[in-house]
């Protein structure tokens, strides 16, 4: 049994609050950290988080809070769920709140945070290092999981990764529970990469869907952007086989399935013949496959891999190439061997 901790989650977004309500129910003590003093302040007098869940209410064990210091005041854990946009700067803010309790060492962290660094294509665990480099190493927490249902009680299952096996172990223990299935794995890299690029091909999923070409194509296009995925994480120094799990596959088919996914509601929009911008503009909230897509293309081209699903995404978000004419291009890619892995 894990003994109960004192965990900082750090994001109030729905994702944020969804973690923040598993843990407390875990009978952990969380503070839930959000930037806005106005959203803090709703939440603690309604005890639940209005905007993004308001059917759900908040454990005892779970208190809101607008002032940094006071999540972090001798934590046990910090859980980071901030959009990938903004990782590395919420990391400098972060960097003088560690150690701040001089009576033991700092806090290790966690994130559950998917993306890639804008203009950069780096990973988060490599800002993490750029950042942090003195700090423990870090533990990712991914695979197929919408909000509404974490909070609800429903039944999930994720995928904790660490370079630290011990660290890895500790965090999926916190999260365990009757509903709740914390799998660890030490891919880093297969994990982060499956994580921000999912997103890509769930704009991909949306836009096919939108157009009205059917659950084959649907079928189709999952299983080669899976293909495209694992190209890339072995071409970085990944594994194929953490891909086929929950952080891979698992996501993968989640968010290019369900239009709780703001990056598949973004494909559909698009696909209606509405703008980039009006279709974040319609969303309201983060679309964390939009920069992404720009992110795995770039990498795909240092790292001399074929993803043209990738590639189709970004050339609609970024080079204003009609969807139409972007599922064109793909269908007009000559036939190869299924199983060639430098090709789609």
């Avoid at 700092?106 to 294509?121: D, F, H, V, Y």
């Avoid at 223990?173 to 994580?195: K, N, Q, T």
């Avoid at 194509?217 to 990944?238: D, F, K, P, V």
């Avoid at 559909?268 to 293309?297: C, D, F, H, N, T």
Wanted: some cysteine; overall charge neutral; aromatic content about 6%.
């Amino acid at each position: 049994m894990t003994t109960h901790q004192s965990i900082a989650v750090l994001g109030a977004g729905a994702w944020g609050t969804a973690l923040a309500i598993h843990l407390a129910r875990n009978q952990h003590r969380v503070h839930l950290w959000g930037r806005k003093p106005e959203q803090v302040q709703a939440m603690q007098l309604a005890r639940c988080n209005a905007r993004y869940l308001p059917e759900t209410p908040f454990p005892d064990a779970l208190t809101p809070t607008a002032d940094l210091g006071v999540a972090l005041e001798c934590a046990d854990l910090i859980l980071i769920v901030v959009p990938s946009s903004g990782f590395r700067a919420f990391l400098h803010e972060l960097r003088p709140h560690l150690g701040t309790c001089s009576s033991r060492i700092a806090p290790r962290i966690a994130w559950a945070s998917k993306g890639l660094e804008s203009g950069s294509a780096k990973r988060l665990d490599q800002v993490f290092t750029e950042e942090l480099p003195a700090h423990a190493a870090p533990a990712i927490i991914s695979g197929p999981t919408f909000a509404r249902e974490v909070a609800a009680g429903l039944p999930t299952a994720v995928t904790v990764a660490s370079h630290d096996r011990n660290f890895a172990e500790h965090v999926a223990a916190l999260l365990h529970s009757p509903s709740f299935r914390a799998y660890r794995v030490d891919d880093v890299i297969g994990v982060e990469l499956g994580g921000a690029v999912k997103n890509v091909l769930a704009i991909a999923a949306g836009i096919a869907d939108g157009l009205h070409f059917g659950s084959n194509a649907r079928a189709a296009l999952i299983t080669r952007g899976l293909a495209e995925i694992m190209r890339l994480a072995e071409a970085m120094g990944g594994r194929r086989e953490t891909l086929m799990g929950l952080a891979g596959l698992g996501d993968l088919v989640l968010t290019c399935t369900d239009n709780q996914s703001r990056n598949r509601r973004f494909g559909l929009l698009l696909a209606e013949g509405k703008s980039v911008e009006a279709a974040l503009a319609q969303i309201g909230q983060a679309v964390e496959g939009l920069p992404s897509a720009r992110e795995a293309w770039r990498l795909a081209c240092e790292h001399a891999v074929d993803m043209p699903i990738t590639h189709a995404v970004y050339q609609v978000a970024y080079e204003g190439l009609a969807p139409k004419l972007a599922v064109a291009q793909l269908l007009q890619r000559h036939a190869r061997p299924e199983f060639d892995h430098s090709s789609a």
